[in-house]
């Protein structure tokens, strides 16, 4: 593979290969967990931690040790404070562990490769639903069969559409920020939705926009990012540009974004600058 700034769309789409066969073995060992008694604690930051991200995510720092030796790994389980560099990887083993706990089947495995701030390649398995999505250059939707990518199929996120947007929301995390933008949309339903499997949504096209003014962790949102975005659809910051990546000094906790199927919507997002909402203002028109 390539270095950051010499990948060729080739060298994308192989290591979005490698990236999705890791997820999906990652996610085999997340559904042995599933709906059993999976032990787990409560991180300082009040958020679980189980048995199944550990033994996931310890597959994964191998596997991609092994693949693409000498770049680092930021991964929210036991490598989360290290630096980040030009060109590292970001992994979270298993995202939406409280639904994954409660038996839900919308948890996901997301790796990203990131390079000067944004991923290049990435890989998101929803092992629940027998799904995973991937990107280099563009984003592909495979089915998953015995624990690994089935043939893969172009996707593209969706222009909105006139009867009204599908918007998705956290199961667990509402905020009157989040509440406040959607309401001025055109919003005819918002549905329910755990993890980072919402990215992956909207880059097929079944879903227009997702909005979040609580906070996440840059593994959070990396691979969902990168696989919208090669979808044909965005993902903006308050200021109307991109989620930048590998900031270990806000440690690597994101602000305010939303995930749109259609750029066009930009225009008419209004996120809060920080978590304490104080000064809104408008992304500026594509």
Known sequence: ???????????????????????????????????????????????PSSAADLEAEALILQALTARFPG??????????DLPAGDLFFLVDPLDGTRDFLAGTPDYSVNIALVAEGRPVAAALAAPGLERVWLSGRDAYEAPIVEGRPGPARPVRARGAPEAGLLALGSRRHGDPDTAACLAALPVMEVRTTGSALKFGLLASGEADVYVRCGPTMEWDTAAGDAILTAA????????????????????????????????????DIVLARGFSCERPISAPRP
């Open 232 to 267: 044909g659809g965005c993902v903006i910051v308050p200021d109307g540009g991109p989620i930048r990546y590998g900031r270990l000094g806000d440690g690597y906790r994101n602000g305010p974004f939303a995930a749109l199927g259609d750029p066009a919507l930009a225009a």
């Open 71 to 80: 770049i680092p790994i930021v991964a929210e389980e036991s490598a989360r």
């Open 1 to 47: 593979m390539g270095r950051a700034a010499t990948m060729t769309e080739a060298e994308a789409r192989q290591s979005a290969d490698v990236l999705a066969e890791i997820a999906c073995a990652a996610g085999t060992v997340l559904r042995r967990w599933h709906r059993a008694d999976c032990p787990h604690v409560t991180k300082e930051d009040g958020s």
